[in-house]
């Protein structure tokens, strides 16, 4: 009797499984962002109808899909505005990340304009359309031979200024 019972219920569970619609298992690819392409020590050059506009020089550089990332990097922006009276501006970070037109940096973050303005700070974001350099962290510079500490800075190249939380601002009397 046990038996009977037995296959009865193996007969009418692969009945009901046979009716059970069967769903198409899909792999599902998780998306890596893998590199494009990677360079060693490269130095490249953004050329424009009448000049060069960008010089880069870095170890590596490695272009993904939505970003490039370049590692003890040196990048020269030169200067296409003729109402503004600078030659270029000089970002240097231990790593950059680029996407679009906007630079993160990190790590021993240099930031030159000319002799004009000199930044030292471990991070920086800058907007090369907006002309915008900004931080949350604390940073030391020379802005006209005038030494500036402070954090969280915002510097607008387009208007020229320089704003700053926690600002500490020396002005040296001898060199004027």
């Known amino acids: 009797m046990g038996m009977k ?9 692969s009945i009901i499984a046979y009716f059970i619609p069967i769903k ?3 792999k599902v690819q998780i998306e890596q962002d893998l590199p494009q392409v990677i360079f060693e020590k490269p130095i490249m050059y953004t050329l424009n109808d009448k000049n060069i506009h960008r010089v880069v020089i870095a170890e590596h550089a490695v272009k993904y899909q939505n970003r490039d990332e370049m590692f003890n990097a040196d990048i020269t922006l030169k200067n296409q505005d003729q109402t503004k009276e600078f030659d270029s501006e000089n970002l240097k970070a231990d790593k950059i990340i680029k996407k679009g037109d906007v630079y993160t940096l990190t790590n021993n973050v240099k930031y ?3 002799n ?5 700070t471990h991070h920086l974001i800058y907007d090369d359309i907006n002309k915008i350099a900004k931080n949350n962290k604390p ?3 020379v802005y006209n031979e005038h030494i500036f500490k402070g954090t969280n800075l915002y510097l607008d190249i387009n208007n020229d200024n320089i704003k700053a939380k926690n600002a500490h601002f020396e002005i040296d009397m001898k060199k004027n």
Not at 5 to 13: P, Q
Not at 116 to 120: A, V
């Open 5 to 13: 019972s037995f296959i009865a219920l193996l007969l009418f569970i």
């Open 24 to 26: 198409k298992l899909e």
């Open 112 to 114: 030159k304009r000319d």
């Open 116 to 120: 004009f303005i000199k930044l030292n």
């Open 139 to 141: 940073f030391e510079g």
